[in-house]
């Protein structure tokens, strides 16, 4: 279970969409980034841009707990993990979360205070809150967190293994390749 970065005091989110728990919309709730946030969360993620964030959400009260579902869509610049170059990446991701209020008895809790754990299809992300509402806009930022790949390789990155003369996965060269091409022939 995550708890709400933004509970501590030194973190104050990018993105902060807080919704009350009381009266939940009815509707799909849209969260938009503008440019200073997607300024923001590009220099949290070390990326050189996120020139798009909008995630659209239905919001469902189910006991003390609300359930968040819907789609993530991105466009980010990202820096290629081989030849430093950047590239457009675009990020499509479902979002499937489950806000908890702190202090709240989970019906995964045994009465012994264990938590029992059954995994199924409704497995979802949790998150803490407290209080009187939850921020759905860091719930969706750290989606984006998760699906941006630290190693992720941009169309150049061939180009500069090549030049830099690393060998890539199914490329062999040098004298033992030689040796092994001439046992593999028929």
Sequence with gaps: MVSEPSLSPEFSPELSRRIKVKGLPGDTVVVEA????????????ALPSVDQ???EVALEQRGSSIRATGTLRAAVLQTCAISGEDFPVTVNEALDLRFIEEGAVDPAH?????????????????????GDAFDLGEAVAQTLGLAIDPFAEGPEA??????????GEGEQDGP???ML?????S
């Design 34 to 45: 503008d440019a200073d946030e997607r300024a923001a969360l590009a220099a949290r993620f």
């Design 110 to 130: 045994t009465e012994d205070g264990e938590i029992e754990v059954e995994l199924d299809a409704e497995d979802c992300d949790e998150i803490d809150y407290s």
């Design 53 to 55: 964030l909008r995630a």
């Design 158 to 167: 061939d180009a500069a293994r090549k030049k830099a003369g690393i060998v």
């Design 176 to 178: 033992m390749a030689e």
């Design 181 to 185: 091409k001439g046992l593999t022939k």
